[in-house]
């Protein structure tokens, strides 16, 4: 089947079998391994894109489900070279650890802090709860995310200085 | 700021960027499944039997299935049947006897995934059965044998593979408790836990001109290593085995990746291609290891103000149906069983016992979760005696510097439990809030609400690297290497799965040979490319493995820097002048145990360990009185891990251990039918989601150990594992009043326990005592 979407920004055709998971395609088909298999049946949440915006276990989306859909996956957050707040503050403040859960919870984190710039500790633990990790504790994780926010609010701010949504610049808790 | 430069003085005490986080957040890190694929490649799959214990009388494989691009792998395919571990009982596939549900007993392989799972189908196993033993009191009898003692390993014609005594101080241990004024009895329960790694299990091996091949998923790959020396005999320079990027293992893939490398090496052999096996989420919860069951039964005395006298303990483990770890599990087990606590006088016995189900193995805390409870438990039934707070007894009790521990040792070194102790309770006002959540719940009952509050708190000590004279005969082993333009590379077989190695040894290096985090690489591990560290096992990386990171970075520094003295020049400079003049720089170092830690296997006594971590945790739940759900509100903890070589780690290695140890206590529970597990799915074996786990606060106490790298770093991987349940269970206790002493505590049980029933999983047979 002949489908055309958009994969991290950019165009994409593929010629697919429709019921081929979506995680299999982006693994397997079009070289984005980032994208993590936990436990193919939706609920450790490892696989976690975004599709048009929300958060999906790619596990459970059919690739014929695409059609003129937009799929976000960690590598379309930022690479090596540009890390997004989000990336740069789970290597900084302690978010990752075996780092397999990682993907997952970064993407569902990037759409908690679209549509929640500043959320509080009890939205950041529930826009992740379909996200297991066994290594963490979450602590580490949540204050990731708090980290994250606030970079974001400044950079936010220092692109637009007349929007006045800055952060507190005090760093970690 | 992401690239790990930072200042030259000192990294050690910093929370540097993680060095392996970037290809982490970005979706680079390779691990064994995000491998490419190689030419001619084949995945791998298992069958298993569906009963727990029986004869193999035939294997049928359907006629009407296409087998002509299957591989198939037999007991009888493989040189040496044995998987090389402590005792030499566990083949690496049945050949007839089955001794528990999910042993493997075909191998098969195919290009396509498909007609692989089709295939696993069209065999069928032909099992003539034999009456299992599922239950540690009825395997302790020894009405049924399950278990060949191989070589007599054990305790032959019955089902106990291992015994350990341990004792102290009066000879007639129960007189000494009868002559006490206050004695208080009590049997205490675990259950398995599942370590659910997110990443299952996984090897891909093949054979080449240069002999075998495995990389996978790996804490220890000189274990996979040696269990390729016994099944294939192949010659040792003939083996590599490396460690891809591993989602975490927990003591998960401690030495089951022998058995999933050995398969997928087995099928790369007969089909002569590349051999990718990955499991399943199902198959990965049923057939590998998990935490020893265990049962506890507990006499002590004490006098009227609470001073403990004496203590008699048994602990029964149930290994399942082969040896695997559990000697070295239940010995860490007993050697943890008395607590944090002084005892003149002390009787412990560790049991062993055969069961046909799948056999369980490494789990963080590797046996000592499993005694503290029962230990913890047990002075909250003293402190409950004398009408005290638990917590009063046991800080009255304290193991303190120059005291002797259960097995004689001295005290002599970094001994910081009262520190944990005295930071945890004044940073949760424990006192007070004891006080505070008794009025709240007088209130609530006032109001009709069906909620009710409570705190608790617990102590541990747990011993870091490996018991008693282990280290003295493991040798572990790293090379650090010059490289050119001043950098250096360390080779450990010490894995990085997901706790912390890569980073804390750079930071260890660095500061040791006098430069920056970012100067200092880690080779992967590989088996023909890294010395043998020992296994990433035991607490005892940083301590033990990164001391001698230290002296051989210290070593390159101290040439580099003599070199510099010679010649001037930058670090760099100088580096590169060595080493066109000795054409390589590699400093090999292999631990030494201090000379003052002196054990004895024989009587059990003496330094069991260097030294050990403590902690305090304390709990805060709230218990709905109608559903009996049990959510955990707030918990603080204060560690001493000796030096805190990267704070930040140190935090998520105490939280992420104390959650797993919330987990087991509240929600993790697999559920047995004839030795088959009911619930082998994330969806119904329950770990804590990021809104289930508390808060935590988390304090680190430095009590340094001279020993240990980096100003005094001590092992903390397993330590928080220990404290959590125990601490739960108080909190339970002091918000609904219902005494638990079984694990776990969900909302069915607690309630059944609220009613005043059992939930002893078995009794145990009061055999004469030795």
């Known amino acids: 089947m002949k489908i055309h979407f958009t994969l991290n920004g950019s165009a994409r055709d593929v010629d697919l079998p429709p019921m081929m998971r979506l995680l299999d395609a982006l693994r397997h088909e079009l070289g984005l391994p980032g994208t993590k298999e936990g436990c193919g049946e939706g609920e450790c949440g490892s696989c976690t894109v975004l599709l048009d915006g929300e958060p999906v276990n790619a596990c459970l989306v059919a690739v014929g489900q695409l059609e003129g859909r937009e799929v976000l996956t960690v590598e379309g957050l930022g690479d090596a070279a540009h890390l997004s707040p989000l990336q740069a503050a789970f290597v900084t403040d302690g978010g990752a650890q075996c780092g397999i859960c990682t993907p997952g919870i970064l993407v569902a984190a990037e759409r908690l802090l679209r549509k929640q710039p500043d959320p509080s500790e009890s939205e950041i633990r529930e826009a992740l709860a379909g996200n297991l990790c066994r290594c963490t504790g979450y602590q580490r994780i949540v204050e990731s995310v708090r980290v994250a926010a606030r970079e974001r609010a400044r950079l936010a701010g220092a692109a637009q200085p007349a929007s006045g949504a800055a952060g507190d610049p005090g760093g970690a808790s | 700021m992401l690239d790990g430069r930072i200042e030259k003085d000192r990294s050690v005490g910093r929370s540097v960027p993680r060095a392996d986080g970037v290809a982490k957040v970005v979706g680079t890190a390779r691990y064994v499944d995000d491998l490419p694929r190689m030419p001619g490649e084949l995945h791998?799959?298992?069958?298993?039997?569906?009963?727990?214990?029986?004869?193999?009388?035939?294997?049928?494989?359907?006629?009407?299935?296409?087998?002509?691009?299957?591989?198939?792998?037999?007991?009888?395919?493989?040189?040496?049947?044995?998987?090389?571990?402590?005792?030499?009982?566990?083949?690496?596939?049945?050949?007839?006897?089955?001794?528990?549900?999910?042993?493997?007993?075909?191998?098969?392989?195919?290009?396509?995934?498909?007609?692989?799972?089709?295939?696993?189908?069209?065999?069928?196993?032909?099992?003539?059965?034999?009456?299992?033993?599922?239950?540690?009191?009825?395997?302790?009898?020894?009405?049924?044998?399950?278990?060949?003692?191989?070589?007599?390993?054990?305790?032959?014609?019955?089902?106990?593979?291992?015994?350990?005594?341990?004792?102290?101080?009066?000879?007639?241990?129960?007189?000494?408790?009868?002559?006490?004024?206050?004695?208080?009895?009590?049997?205490?329960?675990?259950?398995?836990?599942?370590?659910?790694?997110?990443?299952?299990?996984?090897?891909?091996?093949?054979?080449?001109?240069?002999?075998?091949?495995?990389?996978?998923?790996?804490?220890?790959?000189?274990?996979?290593?040696?269990?390729?020396?016994?099944?294939?005999?192949?010659?040792?320079?003939?083996?590599?085995?490396?460690?891809?990027?591993?989602?975490?293992?927990?003591?998960?893939?401690?030495?089951?990746?022998?058995?999933?490398?050995?398969?997928?090496?087995?099928?790369?052999?007969?089909?002569?291609?590349?051999?990718?096996?990955?499991?399943?989420?199902?198959?990965?919860?049923?057939?590998?290891?998990?935490?020893?069951?265990?049962?506890?039964?507990?006499?002590?005395?004490?006098?009227?103000?609470?001073?403990?006298?004496?203590?008699?303990?048994?602990?029964?483990?149930?290994?399942?149906?082969?040896?695997?770890?559990?000697?070295?599990?239940?010995?860490?087990?007993?050697?943890?069983?008395?607590?944090?606590?002084?005892?003149?006088?002390?009787?412990?016995?560790?049991?062993?016992?055969?069961?046909?189900?799948?056999?369980?193995?490494?789990?963080?805390?590797?046996?000592a979760p499993q005694t503290i409870f029962a230990i913890e438990r047990h002075l909250d039934r003293v402190a409950a005696a004398l009408g005290k707070d638990p917590m009063e007894l046991k800080a009255m009790n304290l193991l303190e510097l120059g005291d002797l521990t259960a097995t004689s040792q001295v005290l002599r070194t970094s001994v910081g439990g009262r520190q944990c102790l005295d930071g945890a309770l004044a940073a949760s006002r424990y006192l007070e809030r004891r006080a505070e959540l008794d009025a709240e719940n007088a209130r609530r009952a006032a109001e009709g609400s069906r909620k009710r509050v409570g705190i608790g708190a617990s102590m541990c000590m747990h011993g870091a690297g490996f018991t008693g004279s282990?280290?003295?005969?493991?040798?572990?082993?790293?090379?650090?290497?010059?490289?050119?333009?001043?950098?250096?590379?360390?080779?450990?077989?010490?894995?990085?799965?997901?706790?912390?190695?890569?980073?804390?040894?750079?930071?260890?290096?660095?500061?040791?040979?006098?430069?920056?985090?970012?100067?200092?690489?880690?080779?992967?591990?590989?088996?023909?490319?890294?010395?043998?560290?020992?296994?990433?096992?035991?607490?005892?990386?940083?301590?033990?493995?990164?001391?001698?990171?230290?002296?051989?970075?210290?070593?390159?520094?101290?040439?580099?820097?003599?070199?510099?003295?010679?010649?001037?020049?930058?670090?760099?400079?100088?580096?590169?002048?060595?080493?066109?003049?000795?054409?390589?720089?590699?400093?090999?170092?292999?631990?030494?145990?201090?000379?003052?830690?002196?054990?004895?296997?024989?009587?059990?006594?003496?330094?069991?360990?260097?030294?050990?971590?403590?902690?305090?945790?304390?709990?805060?739940?709230?218990?709905?009185?109608?559903?009996?759900?049990?959510?955990v509100s707030r918990m603080w903890l204060a560690g001493d891990v000796g030096k805190a070589i990267h704070p930040l780690m140190c935090k998520g290695q105490l939280e992420g251990g104390t959650l797993q140890a919330v987990g087991w206590a509240l929600s993790e529970e697999l559920v047995w039918r004839e030795g088959r597990i009911l619930n082998p799915r994330m969806t119904n074996y329950i770990i804590p989601t990021a809104l289930d786990a508390p808060p935590f606060e988390t304090l680190l106490v430095e009590c340094p150990y001279e020993g240990g790298p980096g100003g005094g770093a001590k092992g903390i991987g397993e330590l928080p594992m220990d404290g959590g349940a125990p601490a739960i269970a108080a909190a339970v206790e002091h918000a609904v009043g219902v005494v638990v002493d079984h694990l776990p505590l969900t909302p069915e049980r607690l309630f059944e326990a609220s009613r005043g029933e059992s939930l002893a999983p078995t009794t145990l047979p009061q055999g004469a005592r030795r």
Not at chain 2, 122 to 150: C, H, K, N, Q, T
Not at chain 2, 563 to 585: C, I, Q, T, V, Y
Request: proline share 5%.
């Open chain 2, 470 to 631: 282990g280290e003295r005969f493991l040798k572990g082993k790293v090379a650090v290497d010059l490289e050119k333009g001043g950098r250096l590379r360390i080779r450990t077989g010490s894995t990085d799965i997901g706790q912390g190695t890569e980073t804390v040894f750079r930071q260890i290096a660095a500061d040791a040979a006098g430069v920056s985090v970012a100067d200092v690489d880690f080779a992967q591990p590989s088996t023909t490319n890294v010395p043998d560290s020992g296994p990433t096992v035991a607490s005892r990386t940083v301590m033990v493995v990164g001391s001698i990171v230290e002296q051989a970075a210290t070593e390159i520094g101290r040439r580099v820097a003599a070199e510099r003295e010679a010649g001037g020049g930058s670090f760099a400079e100088a580096g590169d002048r060595l080493l066109a003049k000795e054409g390589s720089l590699t400093i090999l170092l292999q631990y030494q145990p201090p000379d003052w830690v002196q054990w004895d296997d024989q009587t059990y006594k003496g330094d069991a360990y260097p030294c050990y971590s403590w902690m305090c945790d304390v709990a805060e739940v709230e218990v709905d009185i109608d559903t009996y759900e049990t959510e």
């Open chain 2, 44 to 367: 791998g799959a298992t069958v298993r039997s569906p009963v727990a214990r029986g004869r193999l009388v035939a294997v049928r494989f359907d006629p009407s299935f296409d087998w002509s691009d299957v591989t198939v792998v037999r007991a009888e395919d493989v040189p040496t049947n044995l998987v090389a571990m402590i005792a030499e009982d566990q083949p690496v596939l049945a050949h007839s006897a089955i001794n528990h549900a999910y042993e493997p007993v075909v191998l098969l392989a195919c290009a396509d995934p498909q007609k692989l799972s089709r295939a696993v189908e069209a065999v069928s196993l032909d099992i003539e059965p034999l009456e299992p033993v599922f239950d540690m009191g009825r395997s302790l009898s020894g009405e049924v044998v399950v278990w060949d003692s191989p070589g007599g390993f054990g305790e032959p014609g019955t089902n106990v593979m291992k015994r350990y005594f341990i004792t102290k101080g009066e000879s007639d241990v129960d007189a000494a408790i009868a002559a006490c004024p206050v004695v208080v009895s009590g049997t205490y329960s675990t259950h398995h836990q599942e370590q659910l790694y997110i990443e299952p299990q996984g090897v891909i091996a093949w054979w080449d001109e240069a002999g075998v091949h495995a990389t996978g998923s790996i804490q220890c790959p000189y274990y996979v290593h040696k269990a390729f020396v016994k099944a294939f005999g192949v010659e040792a320079t003939r083996i590599h085995v490396t460690q891809a990027v591993t989602g975490g293992g927990f003591g998960g893939k401690e030495e089951y990746p022998s058995v999933i490398a050995l398969h997928a090496a087995l099928l790369a052999k007969k089909s002569g291609r590349p051999v990718r096996m990955i499991y399943g989420r199902k198959e990965d919860i049923e057939a590998t290891t998990k935490r020893h069951p265990a049962i506890t039964e507990i006499t002590t005395g004490c006098d009227r103000d609470g001073k403990l006298v004496a203590l008699s303990m048994r602990v029964v483990m149930d290994a399942g149906a082969y040896v695997t770890l559990s000697p070295v599990v239940l010995s860490r087990g007993v050697l943890h069983a008395a607590g944090c606590y002084r005892w003149p006088t002390v009787r412990i016995e560790g049991i062993a016992v055969a069961t046909n189900t799948p056999p369980n193995g490494a789990f963080r805390g590797f046996g």
